[in-house]
């Protein structure tokens, strides 16, 4: 599975901006995909997930009701619709897919994924 995001760029605080997964590959054997971001000088930290088979989502407590997540598969595409952005949003935001295998990690973990997008940047300015 190759993933490649888009959608970042500099954005003012209670902008709404949209990010972009695009899935080519093998997207058949995908469990899940999730979103992950990197803050400057910050370890990445998990930020929302969607489960394929049950369309179950999951999100970390400082964006939930701000960003939901949402595909498209006639586009193999995931997206994070992010709505009222605050300044300590700003971070490189990472796609990712989890594949259908035995790993015991939670769906919050970045270890129970597999595939990993090239990151982009969004910048939330005050």
């Known amino acids: 599975v190759q993933l490649q995001a888009s959608g970042g760029g500099l954005v003012q605080a209670g902008g709404s901006p949209r990010l972009s997964c695009a899935a080519s590959g093998r997207t058949f054997r995908t469990y899940a995909r999730g979103w992950f971001r990197q803050a400057p000088g910050k370890e990445r930290e998990f930020v929302a997930a969607l489960k394929l088979n049950d369309d179950s989502t999951y999100y970390t407590d400082s964006v939930k009701g701000r960003f939901t997540i949402s595909r498209d598969d006639a586009k193999n595409t995931v997206y994070l619709q992010m709505n009222s952005l605050r300044p300590e949003d700003t971070a490189v935001y990472y796609c990712?897919?989890?594949?259908?295998?035995?790993?015991?990690?939670?769906?919050?973990?970045?270890?129970?994924?597999?595939?990993w997008g090239q990151g982009t940047l969004v910048t939330v300015s005050s």
């Open positions: 990712a897919a989890a594949g259908w295998n035995s790993r015991i990690y939670s769906i919050r973990d970045a270890r129970r994924y597999d595939y």
